[in-house]
């Protein structure tokens, strides 16, 4: 069992910007695909952006808002939500597969899953 561990989350205004953070095992960032998913009660886990080495994808909901950069020197993979939403909150999970992916892999794909971080946007 790997753990990935998020933090970064909290309470935000809608049109602000948010900063999540992923800390991975040591092996993992540059070498993994890193992916980002969130998930609102009652529903499934929706991925949003996805890291494979240079490549990143994102679901089509996110484009143009979400990013997905990473500092593998300090083994940390980021989400940065620009000009949030309210519908963008959520509980957000770091998730990790030692294969390529992108953001039509779902949930199930992925071996490697971390406790989840709370993002609550207001108006």
């Known amino acids: 069992q790997e753990d990935l561990v998020e933090s970064g989350g909290g309470s935000v205004q809608a049109g602000g910007f948010l900063r999540l953070s992923c800390k991975t095992p040591?092996?993992?960032?540059?070498?993994?695909?890193m992916a980002w998913f969130r998930q609102v009660p009652g529903k499934g886990r929706e991925g949003v952006a996805t890291?494979?080495?240079?490549?990143?994808t994102f679901a089509d909901s996110v484009k143009g808002r979400f990013t997905i950069p990473k500092n593998c020197n300090e083994d940390t993979v980021y989400l940065d939500i620009n000009s949030v939403k309210p519908e963008d909150s959520a509980m957000y999970y770091c998730?990790?597969?030692?294969?390529?992916?992108?953001?039509?892999?779902?949930?199930?794909?992925?071996?490697?899953w971390g406790q989840g971080t709370q993002v609550t946007v207001s108006q």
């Open positions: 890291s494979y080495y240079r490549t990143t």
């Open positions: 998730a990790a597969v030692n294969q390529q992916c992108n953001s039509n892999n779902g949930p199930g794909f992925y071996r490697y």
């Open positions: 040591g092996y993992m960032c540059g070498n993994y695909c």
